[in-house]
């Protein structure tokens, strides 16, 4: 397995898991251009670094964003970035290690001005030699 495939597929079972389900929060990869319904509801993108030649390693950011309805304030998406603090936030899958988070000042949504948006970020490595 691709090691880019191999972060999808961990990232992507946290937020298939039972524990994240009992959250009831919806979660969109990025370019997901379906019906997401009633916010609150987040949508996952993960961006990747370069590593050296040989190395099977790789590292980047894992980048959440949470959109809420605009005019509730931000608390709904400090506790939402406290809930995936709990499921990410210095843990490791495996050979996949997350440090500590950022959440950016929570504002109104630039393409939908009913939504308020903050976004979530974690930095990861995967670790791996060829």
Do not use: C
């Amino acid at each position: 397995m691709d090691k880019y495939e191999e972060v999808e597929l961990k990232v992507f079972g946290v937020f298939d898991s039972q524990e994240w389900k009992a959250k009831q929060i919806k979660s969109f990869p990025l370019g997901f251009d379906g019906e997401k319904g009633k916010p609150p509801y987040l949508r996952i993108s993960i961006l990747y670094s370069g590593g050296e030649v040989g190395i099977h390693s790789t590292s980047g950011m894992l980048m959440i964003e949470i959109f809420t309805a605009w005019g509730d304030g931000p608390t709904t998406a400090t506790q939402i970035a406290g809930k995936l603090n709990s499921l990410f936030e210095k843990k490791s899958f495996g050979n996949l290690q997350f440090t500590l988070s950022t959440l950016t000042p929570y504002s109104r949504d630039k393409d939908n001005s009913n939504l308020g948006r903050a976004i979530y970020s974690l930095p990861f490595t995967r670790f791996g030699v060829q």
